[in-house]
């Protein structure tokens, strides 16, 4: 079993829905990490968080740290969300190096 | 510069070469860390630098791969007699401290034909 699993691994959704992509880990972490991959490009890091939820404009992260879960949810999505949403776990506590999901491939059409 | 860079941006290689992709990072960023993406999967770990010293490089998939960082800002990650499977996208991230997050670079996207 991987230490941090995603689902979906691909998802279409129409320009405006509501998305929730989730990511499960089974490693004890201090923060959790949210990265956007747009085709061709390099990583973005969207959030890090250890607890509860935070916003940034259209992207909301929430994390249960008892049950080792976290979501990214995106409102009112655009075309310009196609990417690909990956979650990271560091290895270990402090500044290690992160594990990372597969990735979800988002495509919203417009 | 303002964020991590990486040169080239793409290497193309004939099997059996030696190839070199350098890694700049955030200045004054102690930790350096080095992944690979293959097609359609996330990245993984290679080896992880802080300051000069690698302080863990479990993930370099054999002693065809090699790192250095001897001032502790720039890396280089160095790959001898390149095989196809060697083909990725090579990713460098540096950070400070772990409240502050990685920032990633825009990756080296290696092609060994």
């Known amino acids: 079993k991987n230490e941090v699993e995603q689902s979906p691994q691909n998802l279409t959704a129409q320009e405006g829905e509501f998305i929730t992509i989730n990511c499960s880990y089974s490693?004890?972490?201090?923060?959790l990490h949210w990265l956007q991959q747009h085709p061709g490009g390099g990583i973005v890091s969207l959030f890090m968080l250890s607890s509860g939820k935070k916003k940034h404009g259209r992207l909301i992260a929430t994390i249960n740290i008892q049950e080792k879960h976290s979501s990214l949810h995106i409102t009112a999505s655009h075309p310009r969300d196609s990417a690909v949403y990956i979650c990271?776990?560091?290895?270990?506590?402090?500044?290690?190096?992160?594990?990372f999901g597969k990735g979800t491939r988002l495509s919203v059409i417009a | 510069g303002a964020g991590v860079s990486q040169t080239p941006s793409n290497k193309v290689t004939e099997k059996g070469k030696y190839v070199e992709l350098r890694c700049d990072p955030i200045s004054g960023h102690t930790a350096l860390y080095w992944y690979r993406q293959s097609l359609g999967q996330g990245p993984e770990f290679l080896i992880y630098f802080q300051g000069t010293g690698a302080a863990d490089d479990s993930g370099l998939p054999n002693d065809r791969f090699f790192a250095v960082r001897p001032e502790g800002s720039v890396s280089t990650l160095k790959i001898q007699r390149t095989e196809r499977g060697d083909s990725a996208v090579y990713l460098c991230?540096?950070?400070?401290?772990?409240?502050?997050?990685?920032?990633f670079g825009p990756g080296t996207r290696l092609t060994v034909l």
């Open positions: 990271a776990v560091p290895r270990n506590s402090g500044n290690t190096p992160l594990v």
């Open positions: 991230a540096s950070s400070l401290t772990s409240e502050q997050g990685k920032y």
């Open positions: 490693v004890g972490i201090s923060a």
